[in-house]
């Protein structure tokens, strides 16, 4: 049997995470960075760091294209549209047949504002913003591409990713970044990196040519709620004043502005995840446990919503 063969396009934080995981299990990895420091880094965890700009194809990418299993695009859409497929597109086409899986990173943001409807997968997409448009359109053309040449594309729609190192509301408070955002009736999922990893994981197992999932915790929450757990957590209070709205970025007003409940069921039913951290309060309890290195912490009351 071949060793299986990971490769990520965009080697951030979740692609770091797949790839540590996918070593331990005996797997050969190589992906992409933009900086010699950061490939330097990767190559002392046993990752194949190769440069990859988004500018011009890499040669050596495509020789590292011909050894793989398994692919996972994580870099986000640029305004000439996916890079991977722009630059890499006719290599992958020509490795048709020989990749058994592909995953494509998105956004749950193509669905646009859903009021207080349960998004599940069947719901039609509808971005609201140029960036959300070129991610539907990146995700169509995976498709394509994977139903073009028998090769099982699958698309993983996210919300905002929280992790242990340096990504999650204990992270803003401690560094001092935190921003209260109060904003009735808004609410909206996360996933932790660690359940992210695990559902990939399982899709890699177990193939299904064109499927979407929206990889999501159980619980929408509104910003505010999470930050005041957090806070209460590690013993700080959070910023005494919400934050004004006029001083958000265009981004963070845009998203602040819609609501969004997402429906996991598929990735339960279909992969049968079990999440570790069905909701913020059991991912930043564990994130706030290896932080203070107290061991287990009382979980703190919460308001009645
Ligand atoms: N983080 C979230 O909350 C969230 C939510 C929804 C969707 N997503 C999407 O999910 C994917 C993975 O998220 P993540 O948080 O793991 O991402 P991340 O840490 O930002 O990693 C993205 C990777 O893509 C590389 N990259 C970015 N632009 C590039 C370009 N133009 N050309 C070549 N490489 C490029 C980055 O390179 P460097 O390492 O050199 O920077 C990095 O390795 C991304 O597409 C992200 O937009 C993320």
Not at 5 to 19: D, I
């Amino acid at each position: 049997m071949t060793t299986p063969s990971l490769f990520c396009f965009g080697l951030g934080y979740t692609g770091v995470r797949l790839a540590r995981t996918a070593i331990t299990r005996g797997w050969r990895v190589a992906g992409t960075c933009r900086s010699a420091e950061k490939a330097r880094a990767l190559r002392m965890l046993g990752i194949r760091a190769i440069p990859f700009d988004g500018e011009r194809a890499s040669p050596e990418v495509k020789d590292a294209l011909a050894w793989a299993t398994h692919l996972l695009d994580a870099i986000p859409p640029g305004e000439d549209g996916d890079p991977v497929l722009r630059l890499h597109g006719n290599h992958l086409e020509a490795l048709a047949g020989s990749l058994k899986w592909v995953g494509y990173l998105s956004t749950t943001g193509v669905y646009g504002d859903c009021g207080d409807d349960w998004i599940d997968e069947t719901r039609t997409p509808s971005p609201a913003t140029l960036e959300n448009q070129r991610r539907l359109d990146a995700e169509s053309a995976w498709l394509d591409l994977g139903a073009r040449t028998a090769t099982p594309a699958h698309i993983f729609r996210l919300p905002g990713i929280y992790e242990p190192e340096g990504r999650s509301a204990i992270d803003s408070l401690e560094s001092g970044r935190a921003r209260r955002i109060v904003k009735p009736g808004q609410v909206f999922n996360r996933i932790h990196v660690d359940d992210l990893v695990a559902v990939l994981l399982a899709s890699l197992e177990r193939p299904r040519a064109g499927r979407i999932y929206n990889v999501a915790d159980d619980e929408p929450a509104p910003a505010d709620k999470v930050l005041s757990y957090a806070a209460a957590l590690i013993g700080v209070d959070p910023p005494p004043e919400p934050f004004a709205e006029a001083e958000l970025s265009p981004f963070a007003r845009h998203f602040y502005a819609k609501c969004k409940r997402l429906s996991n069921d598929r990735i339960k039913r279909d992969l049968e995840i079990q999440l570790r951290y069905p909701t913020y309060r059991e991912g930043l309890r564990a994130i706030a446990e290896a932080c203070t290195g107290t061991g287990t912490l009382p979980a703190p009351v919460e308001p009645q919503t």
